[in-house]
């Protein structure tokens, strides 16, 4: 849980922290950055504004000092002494400027005058008399000549009158040209006379500005000179200028107005001394000083150009850094998750095969069950028979009774099973066990044997053979007579008849469970082939027929003997409809007894212990095939498979045996298929066992024959490792109608899976079983559907007409 929640909110808030220290952290380096170029710029911007100002400095001084050095002169003294009444001339009608203008004396001194301006490198030098009018001036050829003007408002002339050194910057009265205006008191024995006045125009300036971005304003915030001419004629933010009177405005300015320099703080900066410059695309730095004399101020300005690009650099940088931080998360999470799925899948697998391990032992006790139940009836099957019948005689025999053991075989369930379906038969089975006596009761017992053959026991209370036998007929033909009477299947009414087989068993007679088996299996089958139906009991003339089954084991041993067998390969199909392997049967054809299936003989033969001969023979056919198909490209890829008995398997040399056959006749051992019957490997002896792993060793594979209907028991399969489980075909046969035998097919094939076995349904003979087999995921087919049993040619055209397929 927490997990999940981690997954679906961790993602998302990790890159949004990711994003913040991103932002914030490039934020951080970026004004790291720009302050370091700001104090590097600043420092450089102050030592310009510093020499800025020396460079004034010198310039000015020695303009301060010019018009003190000039009013000694001894014309300009006299001129002022002479020229000092301004009243005199005007009474006399005269206008100022044309009276002094043509005064000879006057008029040399204004050419001195201009030609001492040249000189000094200055604009206009000229002097003021005591009434403050210019008597006489450098520029006095000129349009713009001051000789004649009142210039008293002027604080150069109002401060030197008094006898101090003054100067100003003003705009020319007459030239309209903004300059620096120095003056000095003109004495003459200690009284002033006059005002000595020394010009420069503002423009002079230019040059020192020009290696600067520099601009200077006056003392009303005016942009009187700058080295950039788009400034000129601005006012700063703010401007004395704005609180000046009209009046005031146009005596010193001449206009009302200016436009405004815009300089704005740095949009966004973090630094307050970056500012906007009107439209300039980088932010500037500045600073101001008076230059000197207090007049002016200088304004220096440093362009710092750098601060967009760290700024443009930093947005980039965050953005990489927030990409790559998430992409790095965004593979981390995905590593994350991936080992959560990991840890989750495992823990998956390992709950599944808790439940299989859980299910497994489950259908252990299941199978266990069904070893000894008929998953029909419900009845005991035939090796619970054979077991309660090793208990139970030693019993009977031990208090004198006697026993009646009844065979009964349904005469015409086939023909039901034909003409109604197998429903209706195994309906019928289960109505037959039904009637049987009671098997609760305590003298009864019941079992099914096999298809349609029922065992019945009845432990008689006679104490006489002969007793025993009238009892025993008249409990048969109870028996025969409810087992006979109408069934009812889909409003059908069917009779059917029964051939019953009876021998007695106790005191003197016959004690052997098979040789019983033996003796009711020959009498009811007189019964059925003698007396078509009915009650038939062991009798000398059965023992006769019993007799002739003896006949056939001597034809067996002298068969064995004379080699009068023949070897068919029956093919096995796998889920691409190509051969997958093929098993080995043996036929048997007497000169007397004919055709005999090997499902008589080969019990017999184990009954008489000659099965070992039978298998080695048979082991010796299968590996020349294998040793020849060993040789063929095709062939070689199709394994042989060969039944062993339990006899044979349990013998010390037995894997010897099979070896050194194989490798006589040049078979591959992983080319042999050896089967087991469960029965087989139940039998759990060392011998087993050493066999097992040696055959593994050897690279043998083994296959459980006929799986399911032994006692099934997972111990031995964990503990054997076979390659193969081949589903007995009595599943295969009722799956489509039963649903207990599909759910064991089902079952065996799930766990083959999980215990990594392949599957192999045998006697598939329909298309429909074939088809519910390959989708339950059967690997393997072997049936008369696909082929029956073939001679060893016949079987290798087959092999190679599927392929051609
Ligand atoms: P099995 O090992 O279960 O062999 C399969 C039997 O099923 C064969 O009978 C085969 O002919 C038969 N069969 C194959 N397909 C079908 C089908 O679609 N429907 C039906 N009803 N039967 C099918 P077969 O050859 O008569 O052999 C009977 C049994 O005899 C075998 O059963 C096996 O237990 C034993 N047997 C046969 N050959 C040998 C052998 O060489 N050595 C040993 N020890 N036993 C053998
Ligand atoms: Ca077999
Ligand atoms: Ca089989």
């Keep these: 849980m927490t997990l999940k929640l981690h997954g679906r909110y961790l993602f998302p808030l990790l890159v949004a922290i990711w994003c913040l220290i991103s932002w914030y952290g490039t934020s951080w380096y970026a004004d790291q950055k720009s302050n370091s170029v700001i104090t590097s710029n600043q420092e450089a911007m102050e030592s310009d504004s510093l020499a800025l100002f020396q460079a004034f400095e010198e310039r000015l001084n020695y303009l301060a000092s010019l018009p003190a050095l000039i009013s000694r002169d001894p014309r300009i003294i006299k001129a002022v002494e002479r020229y000092s009444h301004v009243q005199a001339i005007r009474a006399a009608g005269n206008d100022l400027k044309a009276y002094w203008s043509n005064q000879p004396d006057l008029a040399m001194l204004n050419r001195e005058l201009n030609a001492l301006a040249n000189e000094l490198a200055v604009d206009v030098i000229f002097v003021l008399n005591a009434e403050g009018y210019s008597i006489a001036s450098s520029n006095s050829e000129t349009s713009g000549s001051i000789v004649g003007t009142k210039l008293t408002d002027r604080h150069y002339y109002q401060a030197a009158i008094k006898g101090e050194k003054a100067h100003q910057y003003a705009v020319g009265r007459k030239t309209n040209v903004p300059g620096l205006y120095y003056s000095a008191p003109i004495t003459l024995n200690g009284e002033r006379h006059g005002v000595m006045v020394v010009k420069l125009d503002i423009l002079n300036f230019q040059s020192l500005l020009a290696p600067y971005h520099a601009y200077l304003t006056d003392n009303n915030d005016v942009i009187v000179l700058s080295s950039h001419s788009s400034y000129l004629q601005h006012i700063l933010n703010n401007a004395r200028f704005l609180s000046l009177s009209e009046e005031e405005r146009q005596l010193q300015y001449k206009r009302s107005e200016f436009p405004v320099l815009p300089v704005q703080p740095w949009n966004g900066g973090t630094t307050i001394s970056l500012l906007r410059l009107g439209d300039l695309p980088y932010p500037v730095l500045t600073t101001e000083r008076q230059i000197p004399g207090g007049d002016l101020v200088s304004h220096l300005f440093q362009a710092v150009p750098e601060i967009p690009l760290i700024q443009r650099e930093r947005y980039i940088f965050a953005t990489i850094t927030a990409l790559a931080g998430i992409a790095v998360l965004y593979m981390l999470m995905q590593l994350i998750n991936y080992l959560q ?6 823990s998956y697998a390992e709950a599944e095969s808790l439940k299989l391990q859980e299910s497994l032992s489950d259908r252990e006790n299941e199978l266990r069950r069904l070893a000894f139940v008929d998953t029909l009836t419900q009845l005991p099957n035939r090796n619970a028979l054979l077991g309660h019948l090793a208990t139970l005689i030693p019993e009977t025999l ?15 369930l086939k023909l039901i099973n034909d003409r109604l379906g197998h429903t209706a038969g195994d309906h019928i089975l289960t109505e037959i066990a039904v009637r049987l006596p009671d098997a ?3 003298n009864n017992y019941v079992a099914r044997l096999a298809g349609d053959e029922f065992v019945v026991i009845h432990l008689t209370t006679a104490a006489t053979e002969q007793a025993a036998t009238i009892a025993a007929k008249q409990f048969g033909h109870d028996m025969l007579s409810r087992i006979t009477a109408p069934y009812l299947v889909n409003d059908h009414t069917v009779h059917m008849t029964a051939s019953v087989g009876v021998t007695l068993f106790g005191s003197k007679l016959t004690v052997e469970p098979d040789a019983l088996l033996a003796e009711v299996d020959a009498a009811m089958y007189e019964a059925k082939h003698s007396h078509r139906g009915g009650i038939h009991f062991f009798d000398d003339q059965v023992r006769q027929a019993l007799e002739g089954r003896a006949e056939m084991a001597n034809r067996l041993l002298f068969a064995v003997r004379a080699n009068h067998f023949f070897q068919v390969y029956q093919p096995q199909i796998n889920q691409e409809g190509r051969v997958a392997g093929v098993e080995a049967l ?15 003989f080969i019990p017999l033969a184990e009954t008489l212990h000659i099965i070992a001969d039978i298998d080695r023979w048979v082991l010796t056919q299968a590996c020349i095939t294998a040793g020849q198909w060993q040789k063929d490209p095709v062939l070689r890829e199709v394994p042989i498979s060969i039944n062993v008995s339990g006899e044979f398997f349990s013998m010390k040399g037995f894997v010897d045996e099979i070896a050194s056959a194989a490798s006589l006749h040049n078979a591959e051992p992983s080319q042999l298929m050896i089967e087991l019957t469960e029965g087989t490997l139940i039998a759990d002896s060392e011998q087993n066992q050493r066999n097992m792993a040696e055959l593994h060793r050897r690279g043998f594979k083994v296959a459980i024959d006929d799986f399911g209907t032994g006692n099934s028991s997972l111990s031995y399969m964990r503990r054997f490792n076979v390659d193969q489980l081949k589903i007995d075909q009595s599943f295969i046969r009722d799956m489509l109608s039963d649903e207990r035998s599909l759910s064991i097919v089902e079952f065996i094939i799930k766990l083959a899976n999980s215990l990594n076995y392949n599957t192999l349904a045998e006697g598939v003979e329909t298309t429909e079983q074939h088809l519910r087999l390959k989708t339950l995921g059967c690997d393997l087919f072997q049936g008369f559907l696909f082929s029956k049993p073939l001679a060893q040619d016949g079987c290798e055209s087959y092999i190679r007409s599927l392929l051609e397929q």
């Design 341 to 346: 799925n990991l840890h989750r899948s495992k």
């Design 398 to 412: 031990s208090d004198g009774r006697y026993g009646a053991l009844f065979l009964i075989n349904m005469d015409s």
């Design 440 to 442: 609760a009761a305590r």
């Design 586 to 600: 043996i036929r048997w054809q007497d000169d007397i007894l004919g055709n005999v299936s090997p499902a008589t």
